[in-house]
């Protein structure tokens, strides 16, 4: 299984930050022709994204591009590039319906065997930053089986709420959050939290790890480098979790070799959850 | 393509660089490189440049770069990005920017 | 992870936003120029950290706070600035700096021209727009061992013009007249050269070039940072004559400048005197080139000038005026200044 825990964001017009990225190990890197980009440079940090995406040092990292949407000016031609560039996921902003994820999936299935690319090899995710996102999560998760992740993007999403963040334990993101969480869980898909946007407060940003972590969220997305290990080491499993994943793990290959339907241990019956369970904490180990 | 205007792409910031480019007119390719790291790299900085140029059959105009120490996908990019500036059309043809 | 925001603002449009400004300036001991036209802001939490200003093709007013310095803030402030002037379709850009600041403008991507030594450098954002510039003069390069020049505002152009191009050809193997591409003039550049351009068809050895923005008018000369006038007026005079001796002289092998005297202006007195200075006296790897002072041509022992012309032009009194012009700028002046449209642009021509 792929973990996702940090997807760090890179803005799609810094040369220094799209090479360099790579070496703080992120689960995922996502290029950003949106937010990050002016109007003015959105045609450059195209193909400064373009070119990035080929580099061999991307070759096993997780590439995600975030297009501008669709009716914008850009859009089409970012998801031409990301297609053409063999990115692995194409992140859509400002997503509020499932027929926003429909319409790219569509677009990037022409574009896909345009440019030669297998059918379905292009995943989706979808960034919810409105209420509407958030009441269409579910339908948004499971509008296409390319859907792999959904986030929450809490800045836009409040300013649509016409709230803001209070700090603390933050009752104005509480729904949005459980919706999505729900939302991914029901679809068998990957939920990201909120970015956390002071670089320099490593305290606040390990408190809403936290949250995350507890209730529920596969990982967060990232606006500094920093961020990528402390959510690492945030999200690390103890040494007894490790060890009983390990065993776990261990027993289920064991029933597998000898065809035996059901998985035990210490006398207990595994389900097939327990196993899913163990899989991730073992993906979530922590690698310096 | 063919530079119909002057245009100019990038930024001064480490690892990054600015392009100009300019109609010429001359029938040429005029290409001038300022870059702190130009006896390391001058010489490889001119071939990206003249390559990235050539897959995009521009073969007059003034191009003047400013290199900050830009990888050679960086280059690439920018230059491409100048002359599709620089151009009438913005037409995107991919096989030219691979 | 914007932890510097940009942006860009007409002064105009901010008088806060111009308040903040000069203070970051005062901070560096420079003074805010009102010429400018846009400004590109830098602010670390509404604190204005970072300015740079814009005037045609002339960057100004750059100054970073004394506790962000360091270069990655400045090559952003130059790059905002680089793209805000070709938003406006200006690539080819200008810049005055206390010489003590070349190497962060260097990192801009600016090479230098000229240098008042302690007081002014002019550089331009290109390595080869001024060797390209030359390269065009010297196609237009004359032969002859005594090459000559003058450099006029024409403002509009008179006989005193005439006098001074036609005793200056006469004693030259060529002459080479520049017009001054002035924004500040009273007379359009199209049509102060078009008024030269005829003046002069009848001079055979000689080539009228163009304005160029390598000869600088006094009006555009951005002393903002200097202190006192003399000082401006003695550094705007200084850069135009280096470039000259250093760059426009030696592409066309020019020998001699030719130059009226005036005797009632301490201004073109002062700048004779600058001129004899940078162009033959002071040290330099260039030539020196010869300054011929010329008096002015007289009329009933007044001299003819622009300047008088222009007053006439105030007055309506265009029988005066005919005895100081050639027939084409007189052509010229009764049909673009005539009663009717007299009384509407009488206020402006001052």
């Known amino acids: 299984m792929k973990v996702r825990r940090s997807m760090l964001f890179v803005p799609g017009d810094k040369p220094a930050m799209l090479s360099t990225a790579f070496v703080y190990k992120p689960d995922s890197v996502m290029f950003d022709l949106e937010d990050a980009v002016s109007p003015r440079e959105k045609d450059s940090a195209r193909l400064l994204v373009f070119h990035a995406l080929r580099l061999p040092a991307y070759n096993d990292i997780e590439t995600v591009v975030r297009i501008n949407p669709l009716d914008s000016a850009y859009g089409l031609e970012d998801l031409e590039a990301a297609i053409r560039a063999g990115a692995d996921v194409v992140r859509l902003p400002k997503t509020d319906s499932a027929n926003d994820i429909r319409e790219l999936e569509s677009e990037v299935e022409r574009l896909e065997k345009q440019y030669g690319r297998p059918v379905g090899e292009t995943k989706l995710m979808a960034a919810i930053e409105s209420a509407s996102g958030v009441v269409n999560a579910l339908a948004i998760a499971t509008a296409s089986p390319r859907m792999i992740a959904i986030a929450l993007a809490g800045f836009d999403y409040l300013v649509d709420m016409r709230t803001r963040r209070s700090g603390g334990s933050e009752p104005e993101l509480f729904y949005a959050r459980a919706a999505v969480l729900h939302a991914a869980r029901a679809a068998g898909i990957d939920a990201f939290d909120v970015v956390y946007g002071d670089v320099n407060d490593d305290e606040g940003f390990l408190r809403e790890v936290q949250i995350a972590k507890q209730l529920g969220f596969n990982g967060k997305s990232l606006v500094h480098p920093r961020q990528v290990d402390l959510l690492h080491r945030a999200y690390a499993p103890t040494g007894e979790e490790l060890e009983y994943a390990k065993r776990v793990i261990a027993a289920a290959e064991a029933a597998h070799r000898t065809g035996l339907g059901v998985v035990s241990l210490d006398g207990k019956m595994i389900d097939p959850p327990v196993i899913d369970e163990a899989e991730m904490v073992l993906s979530r180990a922590y690698v310096a | ?98 | ?350």
């Open chain 3, 1 to 350: 992870m914007t932890e510097f925001d940009f942006s860009a603002v007409r002064p105009e449009d901010s008088p806060q936003d111009v308040e903040e400004v000069k203070a970051l300036l005062a901070a560096s001991q420079l003074q805010f120029d009102t010429e400018i036209e846009v400004l590109v802001l830098c602010r670390a939490r509404d604190r204005l950290i970072a300015c740079a200003g814009l005037d045609h093709n002339v960057i100004k007013c750059v100054a970073v706070a004394k506790d962000f310095r360091g270069k990655s803030l400045s090559l952003r402030l130059g790059s905002e600035i680089v793209h805000l002037a070709a938003g406006r379709e200006r690539f080819h850009l200008f810049l005055y700096s206390p010489p003590h600041n070349r190497d962060l403008f260097q990192g801009w991507g600016f090479y230098p021209l000229v240098e008042v030594p302690d007081l002014v450098l002019l550089m331009e954002n290109s390595p080869i727009a001024i060797k390209s510039y030359c390269d065009l003069l010297r196609l237009q390069k004359s032969p002859g061992n005594r090459i000559g020049s003058c450099v006029l505002n024409a403002n509009p152009f008179t006989l005193g013009h005439l006098f001074l191009v036609e005793r200056a050809a006469a004693d030259c193997d060529w002459l080479h007249v520049f017009v001054v591409r002035e924004d500040a003039s009273v007379f359009a550049y199209e049509d102060r050269f078009a008024l030269v351009a005829e003046g002069v068809k009848d001079i055979s050895n000689l080539t009228l070039h163009q304005g160029s923005e390598y000869i600088i008018s006094r009006a555009t000369f951005p002393g903002y940072f200097l202190k006192e006038k003399a000082t401006i007026d003695h550094s705007w005079a200084a850069i135009d004559l280096l470039l000259f001796r250093a760059y426009i002289g030696p592409a066309l092998g020019i020998t001699h400048r030719y130059v009226g005297t005036e005797p009632f202006d301490a201004i073109t007195d002062n700048y004779n005197l600058d001129m004899k200075y940078w162009l033959q006296e002071a040290q330099s790897t260039k030539e020196p080139i010869s300054v011929v002072e010329l008096p002015r041509m007289a009329i009933n022992s007044t001299p003819v000038s622009a300047s008088a012309v222009r007053r006439l032009l105030t007055e309506g009194d265009f029988d005066s005026i005919k005895n100081l012009v050639p027939a084409t700028t007189l052509d010229f002046l009764e049909m673009k200044y005539s009663t009717a449209a007299q009384s509407a642009e009488g206020a402006e021509l001052k």
């Open chain 2, 1 to 98: 393509m063919k530079i119909a205007k002057e245009a100019i792409v990038g930024t001064l910031e480490s690892s990054d660089l600015l392009v100009k480019v300019a109609p010429n007119d001359s029938g040429i390719l005029d290409i001038v490189i300022r870059s702190e790291v130009i006896k390391q790299f001058g010489k490889q900085i001119r071939r990206v440049i003249d390559q990235t140029l050539s897959k995009l059959e521009v073969s007059e105009g003034t191009i003047i770069v400013e290199d900050k120490g830009a990888l050679e996908y960086a280059i690439r990019a920018r230059v491409q990005s100048a002359v599709l500036r620089g151009a009438a059309s913005e037409e995107l043809n991919w096989e030219q920017l691979s």
